[in-house]
């Protein structure tokens, strides 16, 4: 949203409380996979630890239901709730992961939290320009024009760089 608004201070809001949320969510995590005995090989945290193509998908979808949620004036904790789907399991998946010292699919958990963020934020930026989400001052939109079309062209180049570190990741053994 901020990047369609082209308003920084909204961006350095929100940029700040994802980093916070998503640090203690991997922080806790951390901790807990130090203390907490637990079998790496449980399905819900293995599911956590193979990316595919498809995972590109789902949270894109992610990311375009939030938006289409929160412009048809959905209660901002169900678009919260949504997004938290794609980004918190392996945000978790990788703290425990790391706290337990298992490092090859920690890093798989982290290149799937890798996606779902590129993932969720395309999309979003996506559906905010098709639904015509636009700063109202019109002297500022030629900017937000902009600024929406380096995002995309930003998320689209870090996506196409992941799709590739996933292509890799399918082939190792």
């Known amino acids: 949203l901020a990047t369609v608004l082209s308003d920084a201070k909204l961006a350095a809001s929100a940029l700040k409380t994802n980093i916070a949320g998503v640090a203690f969510a991997v922080g806790l995590s951390i901790l807990l996979g130090f203390v907490l005995p637990f079998d790496s090989d449980t399905p819900a945290l293995a599911e956590r630890t193979h990316v595919g193509l498809e995972d590109l998908g789902l949270a894109s979808a992610s990311g375009a239901?939030?938006?289409?949620?929160?412009?048809?004036?959905?209660?901002?904790?169900?678009?919260?709730?949504?997004?938290?789907?794609?980004?918190?399991?392996?945000?978790?998946?990788?703290?425990?992961?790391?706290g337990h010292g298992d490092w090859a699919p920690a890093s798989q958990a982290l290149?799937?939290?890798?996606?779902?963020?590129?993932?969720?934020?395309?999309?979003?930026?996506?559906m905010f320009a098709i639904k015509g989400v636009r700063p109202r001052a019109w002297w500022k939109a030629d900017?937000?024009?902009?600024?929406?079309?380096?995002?995309i062209l930003i998320w689209g180049a870090l996506l196409v760089a992941l799709a590739g570190l996933i292509v890799a990741s399918e082939r190792l053994p």
């Not at 963020?117 to 930026?125: G, K, P, T």
């Open 65 to 98: 239901a939030g938006v289409l949620a929160f412009t048809t004036g959905v209660p901002a904790s169900l678009i919260g709730v949504m997004v938290a789907v794609a980004l918190l399991p392996p945000a978790a998946v990788f703290g425990l992961l790391v």
């Open 111 to 126: 290149l799937l939290l890798s996606t779902n963020v590129i993932c969720v934020n395309l999309a979003a930026v996506d």
């Open 143 to 151: 900017r937000a024009r902009s600024a929406t079309r380096n995002a």
